[in-house]
Nanobody, 115 residues
Framework: QVQLVESGGGTVQAGGSLRLSCAAS????????MGWYRQAPGNQRELVAT???????NYADSVKGRFTISRDNAKNTVYLQMNALKPEDTAVYYC?????????WGQGTQVTVSS
């Protein structure tokens, strides 16, 4: 079994920064892709950023240049550094890891950006 525990959410003013962390436990290694998704009220869950083996990253167009995903393989932890936050970034942020054949999700952490 895999468990993901997120932390680092909160409320920040527009233009501010937050750093999310997600610690994975269980049978996870550096080869397992990890990522962050978000879901705003009334919207579908959407991809924010992913990172795969070797450190290759992918970002949603809406966060490119503002958010940075990284991982510490020794700690099985993935991070999301969010800078220049906008009110439209307000959502519940979910950590994700894929270990074949299943996707695993964290419980979510609320990020609120006030204007």
């Amino acid at each position: 079994q895999v468990q993901l525990v997120e932390s680092g959410g909160g409320t920040v003013q527009a233009g501010g920064s937050l750093r999310l962390s997600c610690a994975a436990s269980g049978r996870i290694s550096s080869i397992n892709p990890m990522g962050w998704y978000r879901q705003a009220p009334g919207n579908q869950r959407e991809l924010v950023a992913t990172i795969i083996s070797g450190g290759t990253t992918n970002y949603a167009d809406s966060v490119k240049g503002r958010f940075t995903i990284s991982r510490d393989n020794a700690k099985n932890t993935v991070y999301l550094q969010m800078n220049a936050l906008k009110p439209e970034d307000t959502a519940v942020y979910y950590c994700n890891v894929f270990r074949y054949p299943k996707n695993y999700w964290g419980q979510g952490t609320q990020v609120t950006v006030s204007s």
